[in-house]
């Protein structure tokens, strides 16, 4: 069968919040870019970040980038890259008024300046009082980024394929990377998009959890895709468990409740954070908080009838607080919980949330591999941002707010770094005639495959391995059990049929295709947990208890065709500032 060329200068996979301002960026210096998303641009997954952005903009108390860099560095638990941490940070105060100067709507305080509200492991002085260093718009901050961004993707004329799902990687004899194949979901046709420079945007894969407070379209597919085109994905082990996702649900509650002066008690009505963090309480960071809410429930405090949860209370802020500030929070409690905040507190358990790890690249946006020049060489023609990415900014653990730094920090450097190498790489690269076999071969399985699993089943039952033996806490007995049981997963995700072939909107079709991408993501995590034998941020383990400088400060690499491991060193030196060395971690 022949497949449809299209040619471009950049395709962009994703049109969330990382993607679109690339993509803006891309549009704006001229040149030809198509933007991939699987739904419509504005109900990719940024939509639902609610608390913030961070920036020392020192409008609500005083404060500094320096700061806001060792608090990233002591949040990721000193996994994260400081010269990665140090551009990130140091770049926040621009970037955020860059999104003031597009539109964004942030709310404001007295004198008009842009509002700050407090966060977890956010501090002034190196680890001193609370810093207020989050720039919020209510509790919709991402909701109002992510319009700001498609307006003015809108107004540069971006190209946006709307409802079509990227399938495989094109990469040529020496690994360049040549575009993607995708599937327009309304016809159910595949093309082949061609691109001078291809940058994936594609965010999480949380769905790979049965708890989560992930969109269901969060299937990890820019990272199946690089999987399976043989290149290593970084520190999988650590996902971020969110201390307060509504309990059975999974839909998150923002750590802005917190910052705004709400605090979680047990069914004593005892505020037991002050037990786990004696400094930062609420606001210590997000693996402690998630850790601490584990414990209480195990140890028999915790809630309800089935004592499976704890409460967050935010009843004494007052209404007008609540509605003014928090107005998305009630409305999920109204909706999920059926309690309304203003006069009960929220039923909440910990809920996988966020991805650490990813593809790597570096600060610029470029993937880097191990290579034969040392650990991380860029593969020409290829870029990712976001959360899908691994630059490692959040290393074993994520700050509150960082995350939409992370996409238009990182978005904009990707998208400069774009433009500079295509003015050294004029032309496209000749496609050869198997660049699409492999996409061709996944469908046709599909297509052809009778007597085979249904997908539900399959991903219901990879959901519940990963939930059961790589959660919160890990054990060494589990991890091991779910390595096994995760590779079984494995061979009946390949044995999956669709009963409906037919093409238009074949959402069967698209489930099957993302299941692919799913066991890619969970398999890499299992493995790579089970390897890491310490306890760092958000990966603990119970034989573990402590976290091992001497042997485990480096990232691990896993790669996906021979499920083997590889390591590489963290970065420790920053660009311009003295290193933060690795300390204990106390809130």
Request: charged letters at 25%; proline letters at 3%; a negative charge.
């Amino acid at each position: 069968m022949a497949i449809i060329k299209r040619k471009f200068d950049v395709v962009i996979v994703g049109s969330g919040g990382a993607g679109m301002r690339a993509a803006l960026q891309l549009s704006e210096a001229g040149l030809k870019v198509a933007v991939l998303s699987k739904v419509f641009p504005t109900r990719s997954h940024t939509v639902a970040a609610q608390g913030g952005i961070a920036a020392s903009l020192g409008n609500v108390t005083e404060d500094n980038w320096h700061w806001h860099m060792y608090d990233t560095v002591k949040g990721s638990d000193y996994l994260g890259d400081q010269d990665a941490i140090e551009f990130m940070c140091r770049q926040a105060n621009e970037v955020v008024y860059e999104l003031e100067h597009y539109g964004m709507p942030f709310d404001r305080l007295e004198n008009g300046k842009i509002y700050q509200r407090p966060f977890g492991g956010q501090s002034q002085n190196f680890g001193g009082a609370q810093a207020t260093r989050s720039c919020a718009s209510a509790d919709r901050t991402g909701h109002a980024m992510l319009h700001t961004l498609y307006q003015r993707n809108v107004s540069a004329n971006t190209q946006f394929f709307i409802e079509w799902m990227a399938l495989d990687l094109i990469r040529d004899e020496q690994g360049d990377v040549l575009g993607v194949t995708a599937m327009e979901m309304e016809t159910g046709e595949v093309m082949a998009l061609q691109a001078r420079a291809t940058l994936f945007a594609t965010g999480g894969g949380g769905r790979i959890f049965q708890a989560s407070t992930n969109a269901y379209i969060n299937t990890g597919d820019g990272l199946g895709m690089t999987a399976r085109a043989g290149i290593p994905l970084e520190d999988m082990e650590f996902w971020q468990f969110h201390p307060t996702g509504v309990t059975d649900v999974g839909v998150l509650i923002s750590e802005a409740v917190r910052g705004e002066g709400g605090y979680l008690i047990n069914k004593d009505g005892e505020r037991f954070m002050e037990r786990y963090a004696p400094n930062a309480k609420d606001l210590a960071s997000r693996d402690v908080v998630s850790r601490a809410l584990t414990i209480e429930i195990k140890e028999g405090r915790g809630c309800g009838e089935h004592a499976d949860h704890l409460l967050l209370k935010l009843d004494h802020l007052g209404a007008d607080v609540i509605k003014s500030r928090l107005p998305g929070i009630r409305e999920i409690a109204l909706k999920f919980a059926h309690v309304d905040p203003i006069d009960s507190p929220i039923p909440v358990v910990p809920t996988a949330h966020y991805m650490m790890g990813g593809i790597p690249t570096n600060y610029r946006g470029q993937v880097v591999v191990p290579y034969k020049t040392g650990p991380e060489e860029a593969v020409p023609g290829f870029y990712a941002v976001g959360e899908c990415a691994c630059v490692s900014v959040h290393g074993s653990n994520r700050l509150g707010t960082n995350s939409l730094l992370d996409l238009v920090v990182f978005g904009r450097a990707a998208a400069n770094q774009i433009i500079k190498d295509l003015q050294k790489n004029p032309h496209h690269k000749e496609l050869s005639k198997d660049a699409t076999d492999k996409t061709q071969a996944r469908l046709a399985r599909l297509e052809n495959k009778r007597d085979g699993e249904r997908v539900y089943e399959v991903g219901t039952a990879l959901r519940k391995t990963m939930q059961n033996y790589c959660g919160v806490f890990r054990f060494a007995d589990d991890l091991a059990a779910g390595v096994v049981k995760i590779s079984e997963v494995a061979e009946r995700v390949a044995n999956t049929e669709i009963k409906d072939k037919s093409k238009v909107f074949n959402t069967a079709r698209i489930e099957a295709l993302e299941l692919d991408n799913l066991i890619e993501v969970a398999i890499a995590t299992m493995v790579s947990a089970e390897a890491r034998t310490e306890s760092r941020g958000a990966h603990s383990r119970e034989d573990f208890t402590e976290r091992d400088d001497v042997n485990w400060l480096k990232h691990t690499l896993f790669f996906s065709e021979d499920k083997h491991l590889d390591y590489k060193p963290v970065r420790l030196k920053p660009l311009t500032v003295e290193s933060f060395p690795p300390k204990a971690r106390t809130y």
